[in-house]
């Protein structure tokens, strides 16, 4: 068998050559539409929001201008009495959320036997609260210390001190005693009682 090629010109298989490279070419042709496609998409797109961007920064210098002639016609004195009339009718909406019935609830539980309230008097303090000042009246300085200590303990008066004792013709001890009445912060146990 003869292995040496004896033709003047050489047959060579290139098919294969040209499929592959034929195959590459169409491969190239396809990146570089897909390339362009995505080029003219992302350049209208940037277009598209470069002029959005614009519409919204003469949108904002608008609205900035109108915000300051709005504060220029803005009058300082109708601000400070209107101010004043939001502070007076939050004081009368605090008045009105103020438990009566709630806060006697508590004087009974606490209240010693020998001690009887006189009066209590509700101020809305906007830095404390409601201070109350309750006059009591016992057979002694112990009882009106017995009575703070119980209001104490509840939780619901903060700080209760017996400002002024005196004694009465009958010598019972008449005293003034001042707490915050917080009653949001009693204990949940207590308010499950009633």
């Not at 070419?25 to 277009?47: E, G, K, P, Y």
């Not at 210098?61 to 016609?73: C, G, I, M, N, W």
């Not at 009495?81 to 959320?97: E, P, Y």
């Not at 019935?101 to 830095?127: A, G, M, Q, Y």
């Amino acid at each position: 068998m003869i292995r040496t090629n004896l033709s003047t010109r050489p047959f060579y298989n290139e098919r294969i050559v040209r499929l592959v490279l034929a195959a590459l070419a169409l491969l190239v042709v396809a990146a570089t539409v897909f390339n362009v496609t995505r080029v003219i998409q992302l350049s209208r797109s940037d277009t598209r929001l470069a002029t959005q961007a614009s519409r919204d920064e003469a949108r904002a210098a608008e609205l900035r201008q109108d915000a300051s002639k709005l504060r220029a016609t803005v009058d300082p004195k109708q601000i400070e009495f209107a101010s004043d009339r939001a502070r007076k009718a939050n004081d009368l909406i605090d008045r009105r959320t103020f438990s009566w019935t709630e806060l006697f609830n508590r004087f009974e539980t606490t209240l010693p036997d020998e001690v009887r309230i006189t009066s209590v008097r509700p101020k809305v303090d906007t830095k404390n609260g409601t201070v109350l000042a309750i006059t009591v009246i016992a057979k002694g300085v112990d009882e009106v210390n017995q009575f703070v200590e119980s209001l104490e303990g509840t939780g619901a008066f903060l700080r209760p001190l017996a400002k002024e004792t005196r004694f009465n013709d009958q010598g019972q001890a008449e005293s003034v005693v001042e707490a915050t009445y917080v009653p949001a912060a009693a204990p949940k146990e207590d308010k499950a009682e009633r």
